[in-house]
């Protein structure tokens, strides 16, 4: 006789919170998010559905296998999470737990997520995040993101939080955290107008881009000053 678990058919999606680490395709044309254990290799979209990481043919979530999307119950179990070295960087996402799922007393296993929140923390300088910067690590043709304040931004390949959100798409909203850890100093929506926090955000951005290039500018001159007077 098989052991049949119960089964539940609410009437809206659960809800569960997980962490990852933003990503930006090589081309900068798509963004997303991938895993910090099991499917690490393999970077999903804001809705998206799971695959098995072992290649098996079955359809996740399977009994027998770990294969399918993998989120908490609760928020300070996630948030916990991100205490650890190696997922710092992370952000933290509130997702909707779509298709076929297997309750566990933590959380849930699952086949079709919807990502509604990606909180990112503050910069590793602990400044609040205006932008995603590289991380210096990445997936095959996906390049890892972290948060970065305006000024540590400078120089790397980045994106705002609201071009992020733009290139993700499906509405999902893009939440700052400020320095001291509250959220909510910036809130960004893919598909919304321009709100004050994304200009301001935007406009630290640009500045510091702007200040960059012009140190740059400032030594290509002292050393071409330098290169006459030699002469």
């Known amino acids: 006789m098989r052991l049949r678990l119960p089964a539940e058919r609410p009437t809206e999606p659960p809800t569960g919170y997980k962490i990852a680490h933003p990503v930006l395709s090589r081309d900068g044309t798509r963004a ?14 804001v809705l998206d559905d799971a695959s098995c990481v072992y290649g098996r043919g079955h359809r996740p ?8 999307f993998h989120c908490v119950h609760d928020r300070a179990a996630a948030e916990d999470l991100r205490c650890t070295a190696e997922h710092r960087a992370a952000v933290l996402l509130e997702v909707s737990v779509l298709g076929a799922y297997i309750r566990f007393e933590r959380g849930f296993r699952y086949a079709r997520q919807r990502v509604r929140t990606a909180t990112a923390g503050p910069c590793g300088c602990g400044t609040g995040a205006v932008a995603l910067a590289d991380a210096g690590w990445g997936r095959p043709g996906w390049r890892a993101l972290t948060p970065a304040c305006a000024l540590c931004v400078r120089g790397r390949t980045s994106v705002s939080l609201a071009e992020f959100a733009r290139l993700a798409g499906h509405g999902v909203r893009v939440v700052a955290e400020g320095g ?20 301001v955000a935007e406009a630290a951005l640009l500045q510091a881009r702007l200040d960059w290039f012009q140190s740059q500018l400032a030594r290509l001159g002292e050393r071409g000053a330098g290169d006459g007077a030699q002469g």
């Not at 979530?61 to 399918?68: F, I, K, V």
């Not at 929506?189 to 994304?198: F, I, Q, R, Y």
């Open 32 to 45: 997303g998010f991938t895993g910090v254990s099991l499917g690490g290799a393999l970077p999903y979209a």
């Open 61 to 68: 979530p399977a009994r027998r296998c770990d294969c399918g």
């Open 180 to 199: 001291t850890g509250r959220p909510g100093s910036a809130e960004l929506v893919s598909g919304a107008g321009p709100s004050v926090p994304e200009l």
